[in-house]
Each structure stands twice: as structure tokens, then as C-alpha cells.
């Protein structure tokens, strides 16, 4: 009996974890290179607006690149 309990949680954790990231996009790590200073006042800016510093991050590049990201054309993408 202990054998099928052990194989019931397993199967429970395999799916709870499949409908868990199911939903999320696939990410990539990205390490940069900032002063002490800046990276302090980045933290505790986040902290204070209730953000995590990732999704700051993420949607700064989101709005540099609408800005000046070339289209296939290589034309600038226009605003």
C-alpha cells in the first residue's frame, strides 16, 4: 500500500507541475553588469512600487525595442 500512495503523489506532483508551467513562456537568464549604488537604488525603487526587479527590467526592453527595433525591411519601426 505504501508503494501506490508514493506513486499516487508522484503522478499528482507530474501533473501539478505540467498545469503549472503550462501557462509560462520559456525565459533565458540574462546577467548584467551595474554599479552597487545603482543596483541598491533599482531594489529598493522596485520594493517600494511593489515589483520584482525582473519585470522592470522586462518591460523596459519591451519599450526600448518598440522604439528601435528595425522590421524586416529594415526600416525603424515608427511610434
Known amino acids: 500500500m505504501v508503494f ?12 501539478y507541475l505540467g498545469i503549472r508551467y503550462m501557462n509560462t513562456k520559456a525565459t533565458k537568464e540574462m546577467h548584467i553588469n551595474i554599479t552597487v549604488n545603482l543596483k541598491k537604488r533599482f531594489h529598493a525603487t522596485c520594493v517600494m512600487k511593489g515589483k520584482k526587479m525582473s519585470q522592470v527590467v522586462i518591460e523596459l526592453i519591451e519599450q526600448w525595442l518598440e522604439s ?3 522590421s524586416l525591411t529594415g526600416e525603424t519601426k515608427s511610434i
Do not use: S, T
Not at 501506490?4 to 507530474?14: A, G, I, K, M
Open 4 to 15: 501506490f500512495r508514493n506513486r499516487h503523489f508522484y503522478f499528482c506532483r507530474f501533473i
Open 68 to 70: 528601435k527595433e528595425f
